[in-house]
């Protein structure tokens, strides 16, 4: 009896080690990539002002000139011009699946949700160059109007917005089906309709986690490179509208990143801009989740 205490104790101990070691390494993960990042960006923001290349647009590594206003612009068009696509898509989507449709339905789509997450994204990129950029250029740009190649901030959008939604409607339907039952039932019984129910009841009741899922796949979106590196276009100039080339900073990273050991200060302006790249995502959901525990509070 001694013996299995002792043992018992042993395990309970060791579990509770391993499991704070387990934490202290997820919290100083992002503390050490940051450090990194810092640590490589220091020669050129030791020679160039933080602000004078975060807000130019001149990209001129073999001027000295590394700014990356163009590519940060560009991130944002076509971050957010996928979420203002797939983000309505995926809520409607998660509505009709948990308070709508049959469970087997709901059953049947979640394995098609994951295999839609599990596709490399660089078979999107191609089906990108084979579908969504002929669309453009031949069709969507001719009907409104403007002469594209195709190769644009709307492709990268949509190619993008794709990606996503399986990432944002995962979390959505879980979201919705951790509503309690009740509140529904409680609703329907005061005579609200089924539309009113979802609404005024389960929507407000979950809005927290909806818009953790948005702040989620904005974040994944935001670093995605390869995809939209195919279609995007490339093009070092701030983008006017959403038929128009850009250069996102993951795409700037992949594409130039071979090129670094061969012209000073280059491999610290990619650093540079990664961290760019840390700090915007970051920012981002600390923003996300001050909104949500604020919204809580008033709740």
């Known amino acids: 009896m001694k013996f299995f205490l002792l043992n018992r104790r042993f395990r309970d101990k060791s579990h509770f080690i391993w499991m704070t070691i387990s934490i202290i390494l997820v ?40 700014g990356l206003l163009t590519f940060i612009v560009s991130s944002l068009w076509v971050t957010f011009l996928s979420i203002l696509i797939a983000a309505p898509i995926c809520l409607l989507t998660a509505i009709y699946l948990t308070q709508y449709a049959r469970r087997y339905l709901l059953r049947a789509m979640h394995p098609v949700i994951d295999i839609l997450a599990g596709i490399p994204s660089v078979i999107y990129g191609v089906w990108g160059i084979l579908v969504i950029v002929p669309f453009i250029s031949n069709y969507l740009g001719p009907a409104l109007g403007k002469e594209t190649s195709g190769y644009t901030v709307l492709a990268g959008a949509l190619v993008l917005a794709v990606m996503i939604i399986p990432f944002i409607l995962n979390i959505m339907i879980e979201v919705l089906k951790t509503i309690p039952d009740a509140l529904k039932e409680a609703a329907l019984s005061l005579g609200a309709t089924q539309w009113q129910t979802v609404k005024r009841v389960i929507l407000k009741k979950a809005f927290p986690g909806l818009l953790s899922a948005v702040s989620l796949g904005i974040s994944r979106a935001f670093g995605e490179t390869i995809a939209v590196l195919m279609v995007v276009g490339n093009v070092t100039r701030i983008p006017s509208g959403v038929f128009e080339p850009g250069y996102p900073l993951p795409a700037l990273i992949a594409n130039n990143y071979g090129e670094m050991l061969s012209i000073p200060m280059y491999d610290s302006a990619l650093m540079l801009s990664a961290l760019v790249l840390f700090a915007v995502v970051l920012l981002f959901n600390l923003a996300s989740r001050m909104a949500i525990a604020r919204y809580e509070k008033l709740q």
Request: proline fraction near 8%.
């Open 27 to 66: 919290i100083l993960l992002p503390i050490f990539l940051a450090t990194g990042l810092i640590i490589k960006s220091q020669p050129i923001l030791s020679t160039n002002e933080f602000s004078s290349l975060l807000f130019s647009s001149e990209w001129k590594p073999l001027s000295g000139k590394f």
